[in-house]
């Protein structure tokens, strides 16, 4: 009977550590599979109930994102680099698969409709502590607070210009070219 | 469509990623990425600084039967792998089976005259049993002994569930840490323990999952006797 021996709280893992896992998974390593699920589940799930918000559907799809990643570890790029922006993009692909075939209807919370709170943090001394002060959150501070919700709501939220612009009661062309120019200024500051 | 200009290829591929591009817009551009390293490159560029968005939110740990369906799905389809390593807990987890599958029939054979069935023994290795579970014959109860030194983290408890084939965990309450514990089932306890081949317990705050679902890590998991 029995099990499992008591599996500690990981650190997060560094883009090197995944790799070497990603490496191994290629080579169909059963436990640098188990590995590579205990580091970033947690994170992938994240951001697939953030974007589909329902935890059965999000745990549904992080189990399809998981074959695929076994499936297709061998396809990482090292020379890309950032494991984890590949993995959490084929997560972020497969749940924008699933709503299109769902459509459900997109009710926000008011915590989604708040200005986020973590660009309220004005201090460096804040923002150093919690490590949030990335090139694209300086970046994205830089855009007003309206763009930067269509970025947001798109980005973790998964919604549709056609939804943002319900959401925000904003024209949906308004919201079109608002999302245009925002990622080009975005771009402009990030090379910057 | 003129994908080469450098401008409207960072917006495309910036939707892209975003997700605002959908249908057959976004099929278009998934075979434009397959053909134009340009087009690519630009789109890796921006998952690798979106990216950083999703490092802001806290990790959410998923339920037991992820990794468990996943495991099935993946590892024991025929394609198992060649190289197994023996640190696998899983094959941990059979072995120990084994051992403890061995000492459940003796139990059962024991408890044979009472009108208790035994479900599992739970323990992190057969010298490390911690909870006896038996249920009565008609299932309408559930019998948990501590057999060892039950020594829960601090302001943490143990919560005990059922692993349905194919269905999520249900709960079947809070471990004792000392002494017996006797409950009744309820109907939905009694269907998930029917088609459950597993029990699984799972640290958790003092009043149990505030989801209904495992939060903390599984510390055990255990196959139910099926022995009468």
Same mark, same amino acid.
């Given at each position: 009977m029995t099990t499992l021996a008591a599996q500690p709280t990981r650190a997060e893992p560094d883009g090197a550590e995944l790799e070497a896992l990603l490496a191994r998974c290629a080579a169909k390593d059963a436990a640098a599979f188990e590995a590579l699920y205990q580091c970033v589940a947690p994170r992938l799930l994240a951001v697939l109930v953030k974007m589909l918000r329902r935890r059965d559907l999000a745990e549904d799809v992080l189990q399809d994102v998981f074959v695929k990643v076994w499936e297709q570890?061998?396809?990482? &790029?090292r020379i890309r680099g950032r494991p984890l922006a590949w993995l959490v993009s084929i997560a972020r692909y497969r749940a924008i698969d699933v709503q299109r075939a769902s459509r459900p209807t997109v009710v926000l919370s008011e915590s989604d409709m708040l @200005? &986020?709170?973590?660009?309220?943090?004005?201090g460096p001394a804040d923002s150093e502590a919690t490590g949030l002060r990335s090139a694209l959150m300086r970046c994205l501070e830089m855009i007003a607070p309206p763009q930067r919700r269509c970025l947001l709501l798109a980005y973790?939220?998964? @919604?549709t210009h056609d939804q943002i612009s319900r959401a925000l009661g904003e024209p949906l062309g308004t919201v079109k070219s608002w999302v245009r120019r925002s990622l080009i200024n975005l771009r402009r500051c990030l090379e910057s | 469509m003129n994908y080469e200009r450098p401008e409207l290829l960072e917006r495309l591929s910036g939707e892209y990623v975003l997700g605002l591009l959908r249908g057959a817009a976004r099929r278009r551009f998934d075979r434009l990425v397959d053909e134009s390293p340009t087009a690519r490159t630009r789109l890796q560029r921006w998952e690798d600084d979106w990216c950083a968005l999703s490092r802001t939110l806290d990790p959410i740990q998923p339920s037991a039967r992820v990794w468990a369906e996943l495991r099935r799905r993946?590892?024991?389809?025929?394609?198992?792998?060649a190289r197994r390593t023996p640190r696998r807990i899983w094959q941990l987890a059979a072995a120990a089976g084994v051992v403890a599958a061995a000492l459940i029939i003796g139990l059962v054979i024991r408890q044979q005259q009472h009108a208790l069935q035994s479900v599992a023994v739970l323990g992190t290795d057969p010298s490390h049993l911690l909870w006896q579970v038996e249920r009565s014959t008609d299932l309408a109860a559930l019998t948990i002994r501590t057999v060892g030194a039950v020594r829960p983290p601090p302001d943490k408890a143990y919560e005990l569930w059922a692993l349905p084939r194919g269905g999520s965990p249900v709960s079947l309450g809070l471990l004792p840490t000392a002494g017996k514990s006797e409950r009744s089932l309820s109907p939905s306890q009694r269907t998930a323990i029917a088609a459950a081949d597993r029990l699984a317990v799972s640290i958790e705050p003092p009043g149990g999952s505030p989801t209904g679902s495992?939060?903390?890590?599984?510390?055990i998991v255990a196959n139910i006797q099926t022995a009468g």
């Open positions: 570890a061998g396809q990482y &790029d @200005l &986020d709170p973590r660009f309220q943090m004005a973790e939220n998964g @919604l | 993946v590892l024991d389809d025929g394609r198992a792998p495992p939060t903390g890590p599984v510390i």
